[in-house]
Every structure is written in C-alpha cells, then in structure tokens.
C-alpha cells in the first residue's frame, strides 16, 4: 500500500452507478414487490461490464489503488450484507413505526428545519428496501456470501486485466457497522451478536485478501455513533461503546496480513451541519489500536479539515499508513490542485511521506440508488486528486 517514490492515490471505494446499471437495481426493488423477474444474466453482463469501466477510467485518470466502485453490492454500503448473512429474516415495519435512519440524533435535532429541506432534495433513484423494513435476528449468524465476493471478485480480477495501476482494493463491512439497529431475537447480549458478526465477516475478509486485494473495512458508525448518544450520555460511556466494537473488528481481523487491510472511518458523511461529531482527537487513540494496516480518514471537509493538528501530537505506529480525505464528497466545487497538494504535504510533514497516501472523505454514492452529486464532478474530483498528489510528490521529493 505505500510507494517510497511519490505520493499515491486511492478513494474510499463507493462510485456512482451508471444509468444502466441503476436500471436494474431499480427492476431488482419491483421484482421484490412482486413485479416480473429480472434477467439475471443480463444483470451480471451488467455489473461485469459497468465495473470494467469504471476500473479503465479510475486507471487513465491516475488513481492508483482503485476498486470496482462497490457495483456488486445490491442496498447501501452496509446493509449490502443482508444477502450475505443467514440468521436475518426482513419484516414490514409496523404502522406508526420509523424505519432506522443514521442521522437520527443531535445535530438533525438542533436543524431540524434544513433538515426537512435536506431530505427533499437528496438524490434518490429508488425505493431501498431499508426503508419499509426492519432487519430482524431470528436465528444464528453465518456468512452465506461466498458466491456473492466470488462474483466480485471476478469483476474486478476481470477488469484489472485490462489496466496497470498500482494496486486494488475491495470493501466489506465492520461488525460494528453492520445493521447497527437490527431487532435481535436470538442473541443474548449485543456483544455475542458482535462477536457472532465478526466471525462471519471473516469469512469475506478473507476471500478478499486471498484473491490478492486489499482489504478496506467501513466503519462509519464507529465515528457517527457519537452524535446519536443519549441526552445524559458521556464521552467515557461513548469510548466504551466504541471499544467494544473495535475488539470485536479485530476479532474479525485475527490472523489476516495487516499489510494488506485498512479501516474507514468516518462521520457518517451526510452532507448536514455535523455540529456534534466527536473530534478525532477524543476517540484517535482507539482507533490506533485496530489491527489493520492504514487509517482512511475524514479530513477534507470544514468540520474536519483542521483536525490534522491532531499528528503533531499523536505517533503513527511504525509499519501502518495514514489515508486522509484530501478531496471532499461534501461540495460541488472541485478542490484545486495546489489546495490538494497542501493537504497531503502537511500529512507528510507530520507522520512521514512514505507513510501518506491520498484518498477521499468518503464514498460518492452510499449505495446504488443515492449519490452525492452529479457524476462529472466525481471524475473532475479523482481527476484533481491526481493532480495535487503529483504536486505533492514534487514539493517533498524534489521530482515530479
């Protein structure tokens, strides 16, 4: 994952879909509620053919650790593993009954009234299943995926041989983060159900490592969680709650090489006020103690951006990398390349240039029917990424 040369680029992995592609993601949500089947063959071709594409173009713009842009993954970048889990059943929500949302706390409380806005001009292309379900524990959890990560697998082994990059990656999903509201009616406590989690997610972590990627796990509740604490809630019941779910991700790591994983973290990664997001210097400490090979963090976006002041104060442990949010998912402007630059360099200054690699906030569609804005923004944002990373690499080694 790291190059002593120059500076590399990556993302956080989630691209947006292609029209065709959405297309029958939309006809998957009919069929579901009993409209006519869909060609499964032709859906394959589909995902086989829009992750080529998006593999190609990741490669002629620069990037060089890139995915299949999570095409695969049928609902959003968690509850994908529904599919993929037995132990689940889906049940109608009750009349009068919310479904569960990931911004539900403080800060959709305090801006309530731009919040009602917000969630009219969200770009939304279909119904996703979440939202008239709840997913509910009915029995013991065992990964029954493996067709499903051979099927991604191939994708991207199949679009990889068309291209030179560096390096590829592939996202799963931390225990922490996997249907953190499910209804349980079969474990006992909610650290068995964890553990049980972590045990199964393994199995998928390790078909991904084995096929000879990297391994990203997403954790965006890790961080997020904070905001939806309780009123009476503290910072020491909040770290105890995350130090829980770290054990069990690293239950889930055990026995995998370090050098080929990283985790995501981030604030949840609505494009809202994040008035109460728990600063990084208060849970950075736990973070540091996952077992994973690289930190793909936030730090682009104005409520995070300045956080990098943070590394002057905190040691990154020897053998790991540092994967900062260089470019945001939160705006439509397009970060010049010299501002990209600044970013990577003052990373570098702090925890070393080999220990850097330039990546995104977060993803730029959370699942197939959302997207952060339009595609050509996307591009035009991985494109300057490139751009600041060559600058970057000019500044702290004197050559292009």
């Known amino acids: 994952m790291r190059d002593r040369r120059r500076i590399l680029t990556t993302h956080v992995g989630s691209l947006i879909r292609p029209p065709e592609l959405i297309a029958y993601y939309q006809a998957i949500e009919r069929a579901l509620d009993g409209g006519p089947p869909v060609d499964e063959a032709a859906f394959e071709t589909c995902v086989r053919e829009s992750v080529g594409a998006a593999v190609e173009r990741q490669a002629q713009l620069g990037i060089d650790v890139v995915s299949d842009g999570e095409f695969g993954k049928s609902w959003l970048w968690a509850n994908y593993t529904i599919d993929r889990m037995s132990g689940l059943e889906q049940r109608e929500l009750s009349p009068g009954e919310k479904p569960f949302s990931p911004i ?28 008239t379900r709840r997913w509910t524990v009915t029995g013991p959890i065992k990964y029954v995926g493996h067709a499903a990560v051979a099927r991604d697998i191939a994708g991207l082994k199949q679009a990889l041989a068309a291209v030179t990059v560096a390096d590829a990656f592939t996202t799963a999903v931390a225990p922490g983060s996997m249907l953190p509201e499910r209804d349980d009616r079969y474990y006992r406590s909610e650290e068995e159900a964890l553990f049980a989690i972590a045990e199964a997610l393994q199995e998928e972590y390790r078909a991904i490592i084995d096929a000879g990627f990297i391994l990203q796990v997403d954790d965006a509740y890790l961080a997020s969680w904070y905001d939806m604490m309780p009123p009476n809630g503290t910072l020491a019941d909040y770290r105890k709650w995350v130090g829980v779910r770290i054990a069990a991700l690293n239950q889930a790591l055990k026995g995998l090489p370090e050098e080929r994983t990283r985790v995501h973290v981030c604030w949840g990664s609505w494009s809202g006020p994040h008035s109460t997001d728990v600063p990084l210097e208060a849970i950075i400490d736990l973070i540091l103690t996952i077992k994973t090979g690289g930190y793909v963090l936030e730090a682009a976006n104005v409520r995070h951006e300045h956080e990098w002041h943070v590394w002057e104060n905190v040691k990154l442990p020897d053998g790991r990398c540092l994967v900062p949010g260089v470019v945001s998912h939160h705006t439509n402007l397009i970060e010049h390349p010299r501002l990209v630059a600044d970013r990577i360099v003052r990373f570098a200054r702090l925890v070393g240039r080999d220990n850097v690699i330039a990546g995104t906030d977060c993803g730029f569609s959370p699942g197939p029917f959302q997207r952060r804005f339009h595609p050509s923004i996307m591009w035009a944002k991985l494109e300057t990424l490139v751009a600041g990373a060559k600058l970057a690499t000019k500044e702290l080694w004197g050559s292009d």
Request: proline fraction near 0%; hydrophobic fraction near 20%.
């Open 104 to 131: 539900h706390g403080k800060d959709r409380r305090d801006f309530a009234e731009f919040y009602t806005e917000y969630d009219q001009t969200r770009i939304f292309f279909g119904r996703e299943r979440g939202r």
